[in-house]
């Protein structure tokens, strides 16, 4: 058998105050009791703890070298359920987030200034990774919460909504569709078009849009980065096809947005955590400061 907590704690008390009726009072329990789970103690360790007189009570030898071990033990216990409570108000913690570069770039630094001012002990490390690295990080456990747009029906992942995100066309204010409430995509047939690589899933989805309105896809530039498209539209270069996350990075830049329909061509932009591991309050508490950074960075848009 191995002496219990409650074992310790009784056996600490009387140490400390070197009474057993003040101990008593600090375990909040009677002497009674307290003698007797002492006597249970000393039974458990097959030792006599205490030398007890009229007017006061001293450690036998066994019970210096119990108390030599078990109280620093006990110390420990307390660090570390002080650690643990810290954890869950938090006081610290370190949490890992990844985001594809254009959202990290346009998401996080709001993200950290409030983090910073709500929670100031907390750790947050941020990662500007491809979609696909993204979840490999989060699989391995190497990263805590991802956004982006994810494959539906991920098992290994729970997921939050963020942001609906559909796609829009950018361009400079004296384009000739800019005076326009909503572009359709038949009404980009015979304009100059600026889209992302065929690596990017805003591609396929521009492609999907193009081909439901009729038309051949013959972009004039493919660039890699968001960034990128946006300063040609803006040097007017073309329209620029791009998610309605590109907005955040419009900053001051000449450049106009407006939503294409018919169709309407959406995604969601989602957060995710590991189903594999029990999200720390931390991890919690930021995700839920991503969404709304999210939310007030990107306008919500209604056809």
Same mark, same amino acid.
């Given at each position: 058998?191995?002496?219990?907590?409650?074992?310790?704690?009784?056996?600490?008390?009387?140490?400390?105050?070197?009474?057993?009726?003040?101990?008593?009072?600090?375990?909040?329990?009677?002497?009674?009791?307290?003698?007797?789970?002492?006597?249970?103690?000393?039974?458990?360790?097959?030792?006599?703890?205490?030398?007890?007189?009229?007017?006061?009570?001293?450690?036998?030898?066994?019970?210096?070298?119990?108390?030599?071990?078990?109280?620093?033990?006990?110390?420990?216990?307390?660090?570390?359920?002080?650690?643990?409570?810290?954890?869950?108000?938090?006081?610290?913690?370190?949490?890992?987030?990844?985001?594809?570069?254009?959202?990290?770039?346009?998401?996080?630094?709001?993200?950290?200034?409030?983090? #910073?001012? %709500?929670?100031?002990?907390?750790?947050?490390?941020?990662? @500007? $990774?491809?979609?696909?690295? *993204? /979840?490999? &990080?989060? +699989?391995?456990?190497?990263?805590?919460?991802?956004?982006?747009?994810?494959?539906?029906?991920?098992?290994?992942?729970?997921?939050?909504?963020?942001?609906?995100?559909?796609?829009?066309?950018?361009?400079?204010?004296?384009?000739?569709?800019?005076?326009?409430?909503?572009?359709?995509?038949?009404?980009?047939?015979?304009?100059?078009?600026?889209?992302?690589?065929?690596?990017?899933?805003?591609?396929?989805?521009?492609?999907?849009?193009?081909?439901?309105?009729?038309?051949?896809?013959?972009?004039?530039?493919?660039?890699?980065?968001?960034?990128?498209?946006?300063?040609?539209?803006?040097?007017? #270069?073309? %329209?620029?096809?791009?998610?309605?996350?590109?907005?955040? @990075? $419009?900053?001051?830049?000449? *450049? /106009?947005? &407006?939503? +294409?329909?018919?169709?309407?061509?959406?995604?969601?932009?989602?957060?995710?955590?590991?189903?594999?591991?029990?999200?720390?309050?931390?991890?919690?508490?930021?995700?839920?400061?991503?969404?709304?950074?999210?939310?007030?960075?990107?306008?919500?848009?209604?056809?």
């Amino acid at each position: 058998m191995r002496p219990t907590l409650r074992q310790i704690d009784c056996f600490q008390a009387i140490v400390e105050t070197g009474n057993f009726t003040r101990a008593a009072e600090r375990m909040r329990t009677s002497q009674a009791n307290l003698s007797h789970t002492i006597r249970d103690l000393e039974a458990v360790l097959n030792a006599r703890l205490f030398d007890r007189t009229t007017r006061r009570v001293e450690l036998t030898e066994a019970g210096k070298v119990f108390a030599e071990g078990a109280l620093i033990g006990l110390m420990e216990i307390d660090r570390a359920a002080e650690s643990v409570r810290d954890i869950n108000e938090l006081k610290r913690g370190n949490v890992r987030v990844a985001a594809p570069p254009f959202l990290a770039a346009t998401i996080f630094p709001k993200m950290l200034q409030e983090a #910073a001012t %709500l929670h100031p002990k907390l750790a947050i490390t941020v990662e @500007d $990774l491809p979609t696909d690295l *993204i /979840v490999e &990080r989060l +699989l391995q456990g190497r990263s805590d919460i991802g956004i982006g747009t994810f494959p539906t029906g991920e098992l290994a992942f729970e997921s939050v909504s963020g942001i609906q995100d559909r796609l829009m066309v950018f361009c400079a204010p004296n384009h000739i569709l800019a005076s326009s409430d909503a572009i359709r995509w038949d009404a980009l047939a015979g304009h100059e078009i600026i889209t992302l690589t065929r690596e990017s899933n805003i591609r396929l989805l521009a492609e999907i849009g193009f081909e439901q309105a009729g038309l051949s896809l013959r972009p004039k530039y493919e660039v890699h980065q968001i960034q990128t498209a946006l300063s040609l539209a803006e040097h007017g #270069a073309g %329209l620029a096809i791009l998610p309605t996350y590109a907005i955040a @990075d $419009l900053r001051g830049r000449k *450049i /106009v947005s &407006r939503p +294409l329909v018919e169709p309407s061509i959406a995604r969601e932009v989602r957060l995710i955590i590991s189903r594999d591991r029990a999200p720390s309050a931390a991890t919690l508490a930021v995700r839920s400061l991503l969404r709304k950074t999210l939310r007030a960075t990107v306008p919500e848009w209604t056809e």
